[in-house]
T-cell receptor
Framework: EDQVTQSPEALRLQEGESSSLNCSYT??????LFWYRQDPGKGPEFLFT???AGEEKEKERLKATLTKKESFLHITAPKPEDSATYLC????????????FGKGITLSVRP | GAVVSQHPSWVICKSGTSVKIECRSL??????MFWYRQFPKQSLMLMAT?????????EQGVEKDKFLINHASLTLSTLTVTSAHPEDSSFYIC???????????FGPGTRLLVL
């Protein structure tokens, strides 16, 4: 069974204070690892997909990296508008494209 | 990416009634849609996979007679919660499968409160 563990559960940063969010996963044959952002009371917003160890992707202040066991979402010089819950999900080898999600990391950035 | 809408955005109903939630793909034809449920501070839990023109595939532990899914067209899937009870109160979110890389794009969600 695919498993995804995210840590820490919550993270409070000062504006400009860089940090990383961790996503550890167990899957028999990774097809893709996904990062989403979710604001309170809204559906998840797609950020990145990573497919193989060593791959990196960037978007504005966010950078996602992938190893064979975990993924990191690095946030550089965060701003208050980056405050949200960040979800990690894995897609296993099945043909049905199902995602298994972690519980998410709630990020708060203070001005 | 894909644009997905849900209706209604929130609904309050009495215990024992049925509630229908719509999920629409606005800018492309979605062969596959997914329905999730999310409880406060919990992960998104997949309920079922909806395929256009065929029966939905339900995850283990999800009652198919209670959560009726209809994917009658390439732009619309509906989830009907039958005989709703307070424990069905949750945030229901749909997604569509988009592109060759099979990325899921999510709707804005529907908050259901059963009194």
């Amino acid at each position: 069974e695919d498993q995804v563990t995210q840590s820490p559960e919550a993270l409070r940063l000062q504006e400009g204070e860089s940090s990383s969010l961790n996503c550890s996963y167990t899957v028999s044959g990774l097809r893709g690892l996904f990062w989403y952002r979710q604001d309170p009371g809204k559906g998840p917003e797609f950020l990145f997909t990573l497919y193989s160890a060593g791959e990196e992707k960037e978007k504005e202040r966010l950078k996602a990296t992938l190893t064979k066991k975990e993924s990191f979402l690095h946030i550089t010089a965060p701003k208050p508008e980056d405050s949200a819950t960040y979800l990690c999900a894995v897609q296993g080898p099945g043909a049905n494209s199902k995602l298994t999600f972690g519980k998410g990391i709630t990020l708060s950035v203070r001005p | 990416g894909a644009v997905v809408s849900q209706h209604p955005s929130w609904v309050i109903c009495k215990s024992g009634t049925s509630v229908k939630i719509e999920c629409r793909s606005l800018d492309f034809q979605a062969t596959t849609m997914f329905w999730y449920r999310q409880f406060p501070k919990q992960s998104l839990m997949l309920m079922a996979t909806s395929n256009e023109g065929s029966k939905a595939t339900y995850e283990q532990g999800v009652e198919k007679d209670k959560f009726l899914i209809n994917h009658a067209s390439l732009t619309l899937s509906t989830l009907t919660v039958t005989s709703a009870h307070p424990e069905d109160s949750s945030f229901y979110i749909c997604s569509v499968l988009w592109g060759q890389q099979e990325t899921q794009y999510f709707g804005p969600g529907t908050r259901l409160l059963v009194l």
